[in-house]
Nanobody
Framework: VQLQASGGGLVQAGASLRLSCVLS????????VGWFRQAPGKDREFVSA????????YEADSVKGRFTTSRDFTKNTVYLQMNDLNVEDTAVYYC????????????????????WGQGTLVTVSS
């Protein structure tokens, strides 16, 4: 399983961005996907996640109401729509995949995910 995240960039506070995570090598596999971020000097933290069938999504309190996760099954792609961005959202964003699809290990835990993408940088200026 390989993941490729993209869509990051430099935006002003209040703007929106949509990140994409394209998965390959997942044919016939149910997988859940999580988004995490890591700001300079800080630990990687959970942002959002979605189960294999999109029946459940999870968001961190810090992004609830602003960020949403969705997936396009035909494209093996998961999206993170980020609205009303603020300076505190500046970080490298990573997508990660979990085999099984239900995130039973805990959607918010790094250890739940066995596969990680390379990250895409989001910079929000004031």
């Amino acid at each position: 399983v390989q993941l490729q995240a993209s869509g990051g960039g430099l935006v002003q506070a209040g703007a929106s961005l949509r990140l994409s995570c394209v998965l390959s090598g997942v044919r016939g596999i149910r997988y859940g996907v999580g988004w995490f971020r890591q700001a300079p000097g800080k630990d990687r933290e959970f942002v959002s996640a979605i189960t294999w069938n999109a029946a459940y999504t999870y968001e961190a309190d810090s992004v609830k109401g602003r960020f949403t996760t969705s997936r396009d099954f035909t494209k093996n792609t998961v999206y993170l729509q980020m609205n009303d961005l603020n300076v505190e959202d500046t970080a490298v964003y990573y997508c990660a995949a979990e085999k099984g699809g239900y995130l039973r290990g805990g959607a918010r835990l790094l250890s739940t995910y066995g596969y990680w993408g390379q990250g895409t940088l989001v910079t929000v200026s004031s």
